[in-house]
Nanobody
């Protein structure tokens, strides 16, 4: 099971950190991804991290602004989001893939969180 925390309202240009906690499996051994779904749009892959690594892979839309880090002792990953814009508004989901190398393909991820809402607005 995955549970996301940390969503909320933030002003444009601001920062927010989301967390994703796993139970029932060791998150360190899984590739982990973050996805976003904006109102009326399909779910979009944002970035991911390889298993047993902090090597991130980014979509162009978040490169240089978003980063995943691992806190293995807490079975948690974090999504640090900087320089947020209104286009970053949406529900954010973390997902786990049992393979080593992470991917942008949603169908590869077999465990999903329930999502946490991020709203970027002044």
């Amino acid at each position: 099971q995955l549970v996301e925390y940390g969503g909320g309202l933030v002003q444009p240009g601001g920062s927010l950190r989301l967390s994703c906690h796993a139970s029932g499996f060791t998150m360190e051994n899984y590739a982990m991804g973050w996805f976003r779904q904006a109102p009326g749009k399909e779910r979009e892959w944002l970035l991911c991290v390889n298993a047993r690594s902090n090597d991130n892979v980014y979509a162009d839309s978040v490169k240089g602004r978003f980063t995943i880090s691992r806190a293995n002792a807490d079975n948690t990953i974090y999504l640090q989001m900087n320089n947020l814009t209104p286009e970053d508004t949406g529900a954010y989901y973390c997902a786990a893939d049992p393979k080593y190398y992470c991917t942008n393909r949603a169908e590869n991820y077999n465990t999903w969180g329930q999502g946490t809402q991020v709203t970027v607005s002044s």
